[in-house]
């Protein structure tokens, strides 16, 4: 091999994304290929996607060495990306070819641009609108200028290809033929941005030079509700641009995105490029290739979007940083955030890690200096944070199945006749989390999980939140067979809604929450029209919590600020401190004042304080000095391993027999707890089963954990998972 580039017939060693856990010999096809090249390589009867990785390993009988099928039209994995992936692998402890799923998310992204039919908004008018007709109208406009195939578009808008077909006849949709993957419009960072504040200019001006700099840096940037932290970072993008370079904004919830994007089209003149579940197969493809070959120059997505093949990455964003759904809880278990900053330090790029909240661990890296900081303590003109007082519900009277405490009542009703809005917060989806039997006492359950089924009357049905199984409300209990006799217990959204309505009559009532929405456009609606004052009084789960505008509103109101309290995890503080600042920086966000009422039983918690003196710094000095104390991350390492079986015996023995072979984790002073029922105990019908290590920080824990579970084979029927830096113990 000389410079990256492998001759004809030269032995290479190729990863594919099949799970095998070792990379495979092939012979380097006819005119060579490119290390990193991306290439279909047979395996056994089939062919499979692969990278170029390296050289062979060799030890195969090269006279039965394949070789390369086909190298693929798209641009070689870059060895930065090669390198962020194998880290990325050994950091969270993931097979590299589970990586490699992850960084060609992308169908036949192989395949080379050709024509293709596209259709988008047309001049015309149809001559009658029908139900269809609109939606397919309706998809358009929504995507603002964004071409589909024929197929996408009669999918997305749920009509038959025909209806699209009648409306291009009539010149409502316009019909071209493109190339496949188009560069995305360029944006401008030489148009004029907001004028800032002093402290947007001075955070500004730094974020810029970071840029600039064109090395590694991250800076959590602080600054509450509202402060335009958003403004800010645009900055850093506007500069990002302006090197030349490529720039990735990741945001928490896809709602969000569609304000984001209007944002970045007044900002830079256009609209970027977009990553995340909701976008076409096709725009999917398309992104890849133009992040891939610098057709796009900033990327707004969700966490996978870390994983695309940027050819020359200047910056990455992460907006809400504190946000639980940068962690992914399913399959390749990573955080986000750090991932981010494992692969802007190894592309000499900066991180803006952006909260009003900002998590633990990034607190604390800011305060030890391995992280810049920057605040921005203000609110953007005349808007001020709200007051924050605690309802003491010990003190209040209310009836049998009513949460709303005559002292809400009173601020809620005075906020309506104003004319303003009042949100009501409750972090619970559903009507009732419990359903009782009055006869027998007995709770309904899930089937397959140790959950209790939650009632949603809108779907009319019981749902269990841990696997999704969903049954009808029976007429009987399952277990004493009276009927007649269930009764729902505790109140979720649905049925503080129902308070509601009876509570204030004449109200617009809305309700938020992810399940009452079968598609983000719905919800996206329903955002907009609150923000537009189409309803007096808005209940609403964590949904609301995540950076929405709505200028109208002035009274945020917590049904059950200990909600968050109960729970044994080590983050519950943390988490409800957040989330309960989040949810009041909701209020009061135009000229007029806001005020957040928190019913609690206990206003003399630690962390209710915390949360009504405002003393933000105080609670993380004294979160931070309880966590070094404990020796709890930040300040030393976890891993959670969590085994599931069929058989809860087999998963006990299992866990309690590598829990004895320990000698692994004591040679570098790691400690293992457990085994212990998960606490969630059962889901989908596999009993669960949790150890937990604890180390110093300094420890390689990686290695150790590898060399610890490597001891035993796993029986066939049981699954092990291990999860680094566990954000939640379930
Ligand atoms: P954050 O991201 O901190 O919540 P935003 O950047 O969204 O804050 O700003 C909140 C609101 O204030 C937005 O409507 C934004 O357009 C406005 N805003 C912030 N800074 C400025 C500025 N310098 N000039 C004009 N409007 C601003
Ligand atoms: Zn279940």
Not at 577 to 600: E, I, K, S, W, Y
Not at 661 to 679: E, H, T
Request: proline fraction near 6%; glycine fraction near 10%; aromatic fraction near 6%.
């Amino acid at each position: 091999m000389t410079d990256g580039w492998f001759e004809d017939g030269e032995r290479v060693g190729v990863l594919t994304a099949q799970p095998l856990d070792r990379m495979l010999d092939y012979r380097a096809p006819p005119g060579g290929c490119a290390e990193g090249a991306f290439v279909e390589v047979p395996l056994g009867p089939r062919r499979v996607l692969g990278v170029v990785w390296g050289p062979g390993q060799g030890g195969f009988d090269a006279a039965k060495l394949r070789s390369v099928a086909r190298v693929l039209d798209a641009p070689p994995m870059r060895e930065e990306m090669r390198l962020f992936l194998a880290r990325a692998a050994e950091y969270t402890l993931t097979p590299m070819h589970a990586m490699l799923r992850l960084a060609t998310r992308a169908p036949g992204l192989g395949e080379s641009p050709a024509m293709r039919r596209i259709y988008r908004l047309g001049g015309g008018d149809p001559d009658r609108m029908t139900d269809a007709r609109g939606r397919v109208l309706a998809v358009l406009r929504d995507h603002g200028g964004l071409a589909f195939t024929l197929g996408e578009l009669a999918e997305l808008a749920g009509v038959t290809t025909s209806v699209v077909k009648g409306l291009v006849a009539q010149g409502a949709v316009a019909e071209d033929e493109a190339p496949r993957d188009m560069p995305y419009p360029r944006l401008d960072p030489g148009l004029p941005g907001a004028t800032l504040s002093p402290d947007q200019s001075v955070a500004a001006a730094r974020l810029r030079e970071g840029v600039a700099g064109g090395a590694y840096g991250t800076t959590l940037l602080k600054g509450v509700t509202g402060s335009g932290k958003t403004e800010v970072y645009l900055e850093a993008v506007a500069e990002c641009l302006r090197q030349g370079r490529q720039a990735l904004v990741l945001l928490p919830e896809i709602a969000l995105t569609a304000g984001f994007l209007a944002r970045v089209e007044d900002r830079f003149g256009a609209r970027p490029a977009e990553w995340h579940s909701g976008i076409t197969v096709t725009e999917r493809r398309r992104v890849w290739r133009m992040v891939a070959e610098g057709g796009a120059q900033l990327v707004v997505g969700a966490r996978s979007a870390l994983f695309l093949p940027f050819r020359d990455l200047g910056l990455i964003v992460v907006d809400e940083e504190h946000d639980t759904s940068y962690k992914q809880e399913d399959g390749v278990l990573y955080n986000a955030r750090d991932m981010a900053v494992l692969r802007a330090s190894i592309l000499g790029a900066q991180v803006v890690l952006a909260s009003a909240t900002p998590s633990l661990e990034s607190w604390v890296n800011a305060d030890s200096g391995k992280y810049a900081r920057l605040d921005l303590p203000a609110r953007f003109g005349a808007a001020t944070l709200p007051e924050m007082r605690a309802i003491d519900m010990r003190a209040e009277t209310l009836a049998a199945n009513r949460w709303i405490s005559p002292t809400l009542q009173q601020a809620v009703a005075a906020r309506v006749q104003a004319g303003e809005q009042a949100l009501l917060f409750l972090n619970r989806r559903g009507y009732a989390p419990v359903t009782i039997c009055r006869a027998c006492g007995h709770q309904i359950g899930c089937d397959h999980c140790d959950a209790r089924m939650v009632e949603h009357r809108f779907l009319k049905r019981l749902v269990c939140h841990q696997c999704g199984e969903t049954k009808p409300m029976p007429a009987a209990c399952p277990a004493c067979k009276v009927e007649g006799k269930l009764a729902p217990v505790g109140p979720g959204v649905e049925r503080l809604a129902e308070e509601v309505t009876a509570v204030f009559p004449g109200a617009r009532v809305a309700v938020l929450s992810s399940d009452l929405f079968g598609t983000a456009r719905a919800l996206k609606e329903q955002i907009e029209l609150i923000a537009a004052g189409g309803a007096d009084i808005i209940i609403g789960t964590q949904l609301v919590a995540k950076g929405h505008n709505f200028p109208l509103l002035t009274l945020v109101g917590v049904i059950d600020a200990d909600l968050g309290l109960q729970g044994s995890d080590l983050r519950a503080a943390e988490r409800t401190f957040q989330m309960m600042r989040q949810v009041a920086g909701r209020a009061g966000r135009a000229d007029r004042p806001g005020l957040a009422l928190l019913q609690t039983c206990q206003p003399d918690h630690p962390v209710i304080r915390a949360i009504l003196s405002g003393d933000e710094e105080g609670f993380w000095r004294a979160e931070a000095e309880e966590r070094r104390v404990a020796g709890m991350p930040p300040y030393g390492r976890m891993a959670g391993i969590v085994l599931s079986a069929p058989d809860v015996q087999a998963v006990f023995d299992f866990g309690a027999e590598l829990a004895r072979r320990d000698a692994p984790l004591r040679a570098v002073g790691a400690q293992v707890f457990g085994p212990a029922p998960a606490p969630i105990a059962r889901i989908r019908g596999r009993h669960r089963v949790r150890l937990l290590v604890k180390a110093a920080k300094a420890v390689p824990l990686q290695a150790a954990l590898a060399r610890w579970v490597a001891q035993l084979p796993l029986p066939a029927d049981l699954r092990l998972s291990i999860d680094i830096d566990p954000q939640s113990f379930l």
